[in-house]
């Protein structure tokens, strides 16, 4: 959130997609425009107007940042909207629509769209102070949603509980087969963890330690995100497969060079690449908004954060790991009582 708001375009848009920060945004804004299809929208002049720049100033930021603009609410309305529009507006400012009355194509911006430009805007000492305003309500309502903690905000995910406990079972088979299958002694079940981790989001489980300031005592899966679980268990239940069929292969255990070499080949077969990708940008992007964590080895995979993932994480259907842990209880209790 320390970024500059005029420089970062993630930064807006995981501001623009955080539904409950806008929320109380335009609360705090006040400001009022025309109720079309279900939400306010503003015309260029009352955009100028409030930030107190020219309309000219407006077309500028528009040239220069259409598509993110567009993408955030800004459209252009002709022929039915058009009509429908001036409608609507003539019912609000009676005479003052001479302007609307003889266009034929006019750009309206909805709330979002009007908070784009704000974050956009360097010529207007009020679009400066609105940025200031936004960012203190963002961590504010981050803060409030939960609980003033976000190191365990991957908790909140309905997903998490089943992917970490199915992940316990293929965590299982996989510190089995390194037992049964690899002539090591009892480091070699943090190597090839650590060989996982670092072939996932290419941090070890130190590093990964140090970033989100865990700990000693803290569980390191206990803080990863869904999707991540999940690439790991796909990890260790393959790789565990892979030991058992070479060692019965061959008749005997494996030493460290065969099991190295077999782990090289694994991790770089083709079908790892999209959910590599997938793990990473999810790990980078939420954890920058988030936690305030940067993961340095995973920066050029930070993106906006999803409309989807607000409401994951901060929405009414997310929870704290208690609430979920009994939900899920609640669950298999249920399952076992028809059976």
């Excluded at 260029?44 to 955030?72: G, H, M, P, S």
């Excluded at 805007?121 to 504010?140: G, W």
Aim: no cysteine.
């Amino acid at each position: 959130m320390a970024n500059d708001l005029t420089n970062s375009g993630i930064t807006r848009q995981n501001i623009l997609n955080n539904k409950y920060a806008v929320q109380e945004i335009q609360k705090a804004v006040g400001i009022t425009g025309v109720l079309y299809e279900q939400e306010f929208r503003f015309t260029k002049k009352q955009v100028a107007d409030f930030f107190e720049v020219t309309e000219r100033t407006i077309d500028n930021y528009l040239e220069k940042n259409q598509k993110e603009i567009e993408k955030n609410g800004y459209v252009v309305l002709r022929g039915k909207s058009l009509i429908d529009f001036k409608l609507v507006y003539s019912d609000v400012f009676g005479n003052e629509t001479d302007f609307v009355t003889k266009s034929t194509v006019l750009g309206v911006f909805n709330f979002r769209a009007f908070l784009n430009i704000a974050m956009l805007l360097t010529t207007s000492e009020k679009a400066k102070e609105l940025r200031s305003v936004i960012l203190d309500i963002v961590i504010d309502t981050i803060n409030k949603r939960t609980g003033g903690s976000t190191k365990y905000i991957n908790q909140r995910d309905e997903e998490f509980v089943v992917n970490l406990l199915k992940g316990e079972d293929y965590r299982r088979e996989f510190t089995d087969a390194l037992r049964d299958y690899v002539d090591m002694g009892p480091f070699k079940y943090m190597v090839y963890t650590d060989k996982i981790y670092s072939s996932i989001f290419k941090e070890n489980s130190k590093e990964y330690r140090k970033i989100l300031k865990l700990e000693a005592k803290e569980n390191v899966r206990h803080t990863m995100y869904s999707e991540v679980l999940d690439i790991i268990s796909s990890y260790e239940i393959g790789f565990a497969d892979i030991l058992k069929n070479k060692s019965l292969e061959l008749g005997r255990k494996l030493n460290a060079f065969e099991t190295d070499l077999l782990f090289s080949k694994f991790e770089q077969l083709k079908l790892w690449e999209p959910l590599r990708e997938k793990a990473r940008v999810k790990m980078a992007s939420r954890d920058m908004l988030f936690r305030d964590a940067l993961h340095q080895n995973l920066q050029e995979y930070i993106g906006a954060v999803s409309t989807e993932d607000f409401e994951k994480f901060l929405g009414d259907k997310s929870m704290e790991l208690d609430k979920r842990l009994e939900e899920y209880k609640e669950a298999l209790k249920r399952l076992k009582e028809r059976d």
